[in-house]
């Protein structure tokens, strides 16, 4: 049940930034929700999260976020483009 639930999370997630830009809505709304798409990949780690936190590893984790906000922001931007396309 919970595989279920996270892969239909997964994709409202998807049609949420699809819909933002076959809306034509606003290009600001990138900035959060690259941050709740890149919550969304750590909730999706929390095993990796756990061990590090255990191992003493957590600050090298931490760091790690800095990258993959910028990424999640590329995905997302894209995203946002696409569905924009789709719209015009």
């Known amino acids: 049940m919970m595989k279920v639930t996270r892969i239909f999370l ?3 997630l998807l049609g949420s930034v ?3 830009g076959y809306a034509a809505r606003s290009p600001w709304v990138i900035v959060p929700l690259a941050v709740i798409f890149a919550l969304s990949f750590a909730l999706g780690r929390w095993r ?5 936190w255990n191992t003493g590893g957590i600050a ?3 760091r790690a976020q800095g ?22």
Request: aromatic share 8%.
């Open 10 to 12: 997964g994709v409202v």
């Open 18 to 20: 699809l819909g933002f």
């Open 48 to 52: 990796g999260w756990r061990i590090a």
């Open 60 to 62: 090298a984790a931490i």
């Open 67 to 88: 990258s993959t906000i910028l990424a999640q922001a590329v995905v997302v931007a894209v995203l946002y483009l696409l569905g924009r396309g789709v719209g015009a």
